[in-house]
């Protein structure tokens, strides 16, 4: 009787370390997310689960259609971690979805920035204050598919005990990035200086020195931004007070880290006015256009071209951008096709509206003396972002607030290069789900001149991160719709729509297999050409293969552009002898989802739900089925959304799946 008391110990001890070692697995190894872009702009896509308040939320172009993101939050209760995620060009998460960690340090991390790097990595820049109260600089380079580059912990670029504060990175095209920050002796009557270090494609520090250090002295410095020149240098701005006026001053540092401008750093605003803030972009192979918003009773924004060799081209301490009335705050330019349009919201009687002027290499304005409205929507405008729109002209997104909610929505519009507005005058809704606070906005470049929005969205009670991808023709919509698909007998029948049909496409029925790994693998199985005189269409596949099967048709119009559709979703046990276990569906589910399973004789099953802490939520016992497909209905009726598992039990067949219940 001991025996077999301490035999049934040991064997649900087994049991329950095996399924902790396989629940492990999981976390480390989170399935992707297998949507793809959601196109009601009042749901949008949900990028991250779990988490909890996420913050200083930026996102970066992949180069190839996608985005890096990365956030801050407190997940676990005690301390704030950045973290990252990829989403490629048809929305599909490439790793965890709940994010992962830049580094393998505990923190508590603080503030990450990034930059672009090459294509399908980015490089981001943070304080850590794992081993110091003021906080280390680190720097990470990661990849689309969660790969840390620059080791586990990332590289440290400070480490002195020395108050370090704005900081900012960029990165060139032969892949050297380069981080400017403010460094700080922490006595009272400490040195300030301007700090540049230049990072190798493979995380080695460049410069002789380590660092380049500008213009140390006791006078007070913040706010710093570095544009690289491309040719292995970098052009270095901050903010320093003379005489009680901030001042914006800039240098150049050549690729052997010496200054080239002069043996002070030269003056850009003039000694009249109180920077604010300002931003730097190339406006050419051999030009800076820089623009500044200066502090008086109505504010105003300046802008001034400046040459590779530190030389005002315009006006001697910047020209003013407008004349009309109202404060002008928060200046956003790009360049394209050899001018700058310059984005800025127009305060003036309480009524914030988003004004946009292009500017040619002399200063001259071309789209009217006083610019172009983004919309021609009553209510208010701001936050906004600018691209380009790969045609000359203008992707621009902004905060909107139109309508008798209590919180704005996100809208979108294309300026050409004449300024006219080629989508609705009064916008196109991005995120327009009612009554939530949105926040973090971020705009980047897409394919074929589309772009992806980026947001933070309070819904339910819950902030989340959220994403929508606008075509350049201002669609929201997919050429492919309706795809459904269905078992019947031995095979699955597959019918979709396709609408705005142009010329002879070529389209790719594809399948791919659930499995517990890092992506769908998908293998077209027909290949056909899409008819003018029909938009229905419908395959039949015989799956060579049973379990969970996936489909989705990718159409390759005229012109070489590809468009997959939504993805189709059938459980197919087909002539199958053993146990199956499906993929509940939906997954992720809000009230109740379906887990299907198949027996290949009567018997008797038990099934565990287990929250992500594995404290067991709910247990269906030892109940008999028949033969054949069965099916069980879970409803989350009380419990928060999160990740769950449930583990499957018939006999000696265990098997365990991971499930997400959203808001």
């Not at 909890?52 to 930026?58: E, L, Q, R």
């Not at 172009?61 to 704030?80: I, P, R, S």
Request: charged fraction near 20%.
């Amino acid at each position: 009787m001991f025996h077999n008391k301490f035999k049934n110990q040991y064997s649900t001890s087994i049991l329950r370390l095996r399924f902790l070692l396989f629940f492990l697995l999981l976390v480390c190894f989170m399935r992707t997310n297998f949507s793809q872009w959601i196109k009601n702009p009042k749901e949008n896509n949900q990028l991250a689960i779990e988490t909890m308040d996420p913050i200083n939320i930026s996102a970066a172009d992949d180069e190839n259609g996608g985005a890096f993101v990365f956030w801050e939050d407190n997940k676990y209760g005690f301390q704030n971690e950045v973290y990252f995620m990829h989403i490629d060009d048809n929305g599909r998460i490439s790793f965890r979805a709940d994010g992962k960690k830049i580094t393998s340090l505990n923190g508590p991390e603080d503030n990450p920035i990034i930059s672009s790097l090459l294509s399908n990595s980015a490089v981001v820049v943070w304080k850590d204050f794992t081993d110091s109260k003021s906080g280390y600089l680190m720097a990470q380079r990661v990849n689309y598919n969660g790969l840390l580059l620059w080791t586990n912990k990332g590289i440290e670029i400070s480490n002195s005990n020395h108050d370090i504060y704005d900081y900012s990175v960029s990165t060139d095209n032969l892949g050297n990035t380069f981080v400017a920050f403010v460094d700080k002796e922490p006595k009272i009557t400490g040195d300030y200086k301007v700090v540049l270090k230049k990072i190798s494609l493979s995380g080695k520090e460049i410069f002789a020195e380590n660092e380049i250090s500008l213009n140390n002295s006791r006078i007070k410095k913040n706010l710093t931004s570095v544009v690289p020149d491309n040719n292995g240098g970098a052009y270095v701005f901050w903010l320093e007070v003379i005489d009680e006026k901030v001042i914006l001053f800039g240098q150049h540092i050549n690729s052997e880290g010496k200054e080239t401008w002069e043996r002070k750093p030269i003056e850009i605003s003039n000694r009249f006015h109180n920077v604010l803030n300002y931003s730097v972009i190339r406006a050419d192979n051999s030009n800076l256009y820089i623009v500044w918003q200066i502090q008086r009773a109505d504010r105003m924004i300046y802008h001034q071209l400046i040459s590779g060799n530190g030389k005002p081209l315009w006006q001697q301490g910047g020209k003013p951008v407008t004349e009309i009335k109202g404060s002008q705050v928060n200046p956003v330019a790009i360049f394209s096709n050899s001018s700058i349009i310059l984005s800025w919201t127009n305060d003036f009687n309480k009524k914030k509206k988003i004004i946009l002027q292009r500017f040619d290499m002399r200063g001259k304005p071309l789209w009217g003396k006083n610019g172009i409205k983004a919309t021609q929507a009553l209510g208010q405008q701001f936050g906004q972002h600018l691209i380009g729109d790969g045609k000359r002209g203008t992707i621009i997104s902004w905060i909107d607030s139109r309508n008798d909610s209590t919180y704005a929505n996100i809208y979108a519009q294309e300026i050409n290069m004449k300024g006219e507005q080629i989508w609705n005058p009064d916008g196109l809704p991005v995120a327009i789900n009612y009554n939530s606070p949105k926040s973090y906005l971020n705009l980047i470049p897409s394919l074929r001149g589309g772009a992806i929005v980026v947001f933070k969205n309070r819904r339910n009670g819950l902030n989340k991160i959220y994403a929508q991808r606008i075509l350049n023709e201002s669609s929201l919509s997919a050429r492919i719709s309706q795809l459904a698909a269905s078992v019947q007998n031995d095979s699955v029948k597959i019918n979709w729509n396709i609408s705005n049909e142009k010329g002879l496409s070529i389209y790719h029925v594809e399948r791919a297999v659930d499995s517990d790994t890092l992506g769908l693998i998908w293998k077209t199985i027909y290949t056909g050409r899409n008819k003018e005189e029909t938009y229905k269409y419908q395959y039949f596949d015989s799956p060579d293969t049973s379990g969970t099967l996936y489909y989705r048709i990718e159409l390759i119009d005229s012109n070489g552009n590809t468009q997959p559709s939504d993805i189709a979703r059938v459980d197919y046990f087909g002539q199958n002898s053993d146990i199956m276990v499906m993929q509940n569906d939906p997954n992720p589910f809000v009230d109740s989802t379906d887990i299907s399973f198949y027996l290949p004789s009567p018997d008797r099953v038990t099934i565990e739900f287990y929250d992500s802490h594995v404290n067991m939520v709910s247990r269906v016992e030892n109940k008999l089925f028949q033969s054949g497909e069965n099916h069980l209905k879970f409803f989350a009726q009380g419990l928060k959304p999160g990740i769950y598992f449930y583990r499957f039990r018939c006999e000696d067949y265990v098997e365990v799946k991971k499930m997400v219940i959203t808001d």
